[in-house]
């Protein structure tokens, strides 16, 4: 059992969200960064789909009420246990009636708390994620709250490797910066063309601002007013939508959907976020800038690639703890490489 003492801005249980519904109108929710919950599950030896704890921004505690082995993932925020340091992207023990504080979040958004046996709340509709619009799923369909208390899968402590981490994907999937702005690549999306040459070259050109109106269900970003075209500017009958899709209002300033996003929508898509990406447009702070590098289905298809490539070298070295760079084990006696 794990109690929440302090869930910060926004905390709720997510897993890899709820697939294959979205033709009856339910969108996929799950983790903003679903890279983050995959590795912190792969760390444990969790199953991909278990859930953990989704953090906003940080500033949360919460107290284990059984021995358990967790891991923590996404963004770094200086967390400690009992007042010790603990590191993002590492496994660890935790012991019945020990405190873990999450400060506020630095370099990201987004902070995952995955634990042996995942968040143990019930299905609904094959999924554990909290719908928070439509208010189902996770913990009673809501934000987590103080004195909360989440069952977990499965208690009890490591036998062997007392720290276990991995290198962050910011280090492992590097792309390059432009200076203080966040890098995500995307495609041109299928209403691109109906949008004047100038907002073409303003999408990949201009920095945008997140501002504070985004939440899961979209990021709003401010930026150059992205104009159609007069001979294309006739309303569109609403379409699907999916997680990713940036779509223009009336207004021009853009919207990428996320994670929590609508099933269909009538803005057109002037562009769609590489599912690569996915989980570096998730960890954009608010009021930080983000630029977009326009790629081909091809450079999408490759960035995937070296997304499972690092989910393997992860996996392997779980399996083998060979050396290399990709893990790092830790005893209580000793430290070494392995992977």
Known sequence: M???????????VQDLGRIGFRRFGVGRSGAA????????????????????????????????????????????????LDGLPVWAWHAFDVRKGQVLTLPAARGGTRTYLCVSGGIDVPLVMNSRSTDLKSGYG???????????????GRVGLASEQDW?????????LPVNREGDAWV??????????????????????????ITPQSNRMGLRLQGPSLARRADRSADLLSHGVV?????VPPAGQPI???????????????????GADLWRLAQVPLGATVRFMQVSLDGAAAAQA??????????????WQGDGMVIAARRRTQTRAVA
């Not at 794990?2 to 709720?12: F, L, T, V």
């Not at 859930?51 to 059984?66: C, D, K, N, P, V």
């Not at 269909?264 to 769609?272: D, E, H, N």
């Open 2 to 12: 794990i109690e929440i003492i302090r869930p910060g801005a926004q905390a709720s």
């Open 33 to 80: 960064d679903g890279l983050a919950l995959d590795v912190g599950n792969r760390l444990l030896g969790n199953a991909p789909g278990d859930a953990g704890i989704e953090f906003t921004l940080g500033r949360a505690a919460m107290r284990f009420h059984a021995d358990m082995r967790v891991a923590l993932t996404g963004a770094e925020c200086g967390a400690n």
């Open 138 to 152: 996770g913990f009673q369909g809501r934000v987590l709250r103080d004195g909360d208390r989440l069952p977990v």
């Open 164 to 172: 276990l981490g991995v290198a962050a994907p910011a280090w492992a």
């Open 184 to 209: 995500v690549r995307m495609l041109a999306g299928p209403e691109y063309e109906d949008f004047e040459p100038a907002s073409q070259a303003a999408l990949w050109e201009a920095e945008w601002t």
């Open 243 to 247: 997680p990713g899709v940036m779509q």
């Open 256 to 274: 990428a959907l996320m994670s929590d996003a609508q099933t269909t929508g009538g803005y057109p898509k002037i562009g769609v976020v590489i």
């Open 306 to 319: 070296e997304v499972d490539r690092y989910l393997r070298q992860i996996d392997q070295a779980l399996r």
